[in-house]
């Protein structure tokens, strides 16, 4: 198996474990959840998103399973992930789905890849590029219809597209662009960018211009957007067993959950879908206690002296701080697992360091497991609850999870 033969995945121990910290990554759920969007996706080809380190998880490993699983192909965010996916023996498309650099052009050419056209002017260098190597540079042409982000819309989308597909060296391959608001309730907005996604892709036509894939949706739309005639979606988020938001997993809930009626309760859905629905986390944070101490009744605890021990505490040390993934604003309201019981962070998070009261956890030891995003026990400290806690969103929370902490990989 490809994931087997060129990714050397860790195993791992839990009672002689090989590091402080590590992120376990489990493989069967991105299997598991890749397997389901599939069949939601219907007659659409899945492109697995597996930029930004497979949104933290682990490029290589990641993309490996995938490619395993049939994915129809990869998108990335630059020539760098791109030249990785090919040099562990992925042959399927890889798009670049953000902006490549001129200067990169010719290394994409040379990996095989679709870089993103957003401008004439990439493009134009694109296919001098490939003047220059002699070959043909493949590409997709990204459009704006509403995100406000990347590239044209409009008239000047259509102009764009075809004066790509004019140049020498240059091959269109396929047409896409983004949903701003697919993860909300209210989908007013989404569908009118679909239309104006098949204007854009009906004018391209009538001129002449062939687009064999098209594709509009993300994980956000691939749930809530139905036979709208593309034949290629993105899956992202969910991927990692994550929803793009809690609307957009009850809004999944209403549409594909045929016992609820269309004017369900959002505190109903939400009960009903308590347990995530079908997609399943494949990331945990985990750290080992590295001191147990004991501090008396008015003792302060970290930089700034912000928490004060109201009683005589014990408390735990963790080695990860600020720059291992634990956000600094946890200090004082985050928690993490000990012993299957929650834990509560006191003082300032450390750069390297953090603190938990462990004073009614009884027979806590140096060397027992934390966990900072996983389960243990029947206890679970999700992405989406560090998220709430520090005011952000669960890609946030697990993409930036440095690299530097090892990636186990289960179920490889």
């Known amino acids: 198996m490809l994931a087997r033969k060129l990714v050397q995945m860790e195993s791992k121990s839990v009672e002689s474990p ?205 749930m809530a957007l139905h036979n709208t005639g593309f034949n290629l979606a993105r899956a992202g988020i969910s991927l990692y067993g994550l929803w793009p938001s809690h609307e957009s997993h009850l809004l999944f809930a209403v549409k594909h959950t045929k016992k609820q009626e269309p004017n369900a309760s959002e505190a109903r859905l939400a009960d009903e879908f308590s347990d995530g629905g079908f997609l399943r986390p494949a990331l945990s944070f985990k750290a080992l206690v590295m001191q147990v101490k004991q501090l008396p009744k008015g003792s302060c605890v970290s930089y700034g002296c912000t928490f004060t021990c109201r009683r005589d505490t014990t408390v735990a040390v963790l080695p990860v701080g600020y720059a291992d993934g634990v956000d600094r604003h946890l200090s004082n309201c985050g928690e993490v697992l000990i012993g299957g019981q929650r834990a509560p962070i006191v003082g300032r998070v450390c750069m390297n360091l953090c603190m938990a009261d462990i004073t009614d956890i009884p027979g806590v030891a140096v060397g027992d497991e934390a966990v900072l995003i996983g389960s243990q026990g029947s206890e679970t400290i999700s992405a989406d609850e560090v998220a709430a806690r520090i005011g952000t969103i669960n890609y946030e929370v697990v993409t930036r999870l440095p690299m530097h902490i090892p990636r186990v990989y289960l179920n490889r």
């Not at 489990?26 to 299997?31: H, Q």
């Not at 052009?105 to 040379?110: C, D, F, P, Q, V």
């Not at 493949?138 to 008239?155: N, P, Q």
């Not at 269109?172 to 679909?194: E, K, P, R, W």
């Open 18 to 222: 090989r590091y402080t910290a590590w992120a376990e990554v489990d493989l069967e759920a991105i299997r598991h959840n890749y397997r389901h969007l599939k069949q939601i996706a219907s007659s659409q080809q899945v492109i697995a998103i597996v930029k930004s380190e497979a949104y933290g998880h682990g490029l290589e490993a990641v993309a490996s399973a995938l490619y395993e699983e049939g994915a129809w192909g990869f998108g990335v965010v630059s020539v760098d992930e791109a030249e990785r996916l090919r040099a562990v023996g992925i042959t399927s498309p890889i798009i670049i789905i953000a902006p490549l650099p001129a200067f990169h052009a010719e290394r994409a050419i040379k990996a095989g890849v679709c870089p993103a056209v957003y401008d004439l002017a990439f493009a134009q260098e694109l296919s001098k590029a490939a003047e220059r190597l002699n070959r043909e540079a493949e590409v997709h042409i990204k459009i704006d219809t509403g995100m406000g982000r990347l590239s044209l819309g409009g008239e000047s989308a259509v102009e764009l597209a075809l004066a790509t597909a004019r140049l020498p060296h240059i091959k269109v391959m396929g047409i896409y662009s983004h949903l701003a608001n697919a993860d909300c309730f209210d989908q007013s907005y989404t569908m009118l960018q679909v239309k104006r996604f098949r204007d854009c892709i009906g004018a391209l036509q009538k001129a002449g211009l062939q687009l064999p894939w098209q594709h509009l949706a993300a994980s956000a739309g691939l």
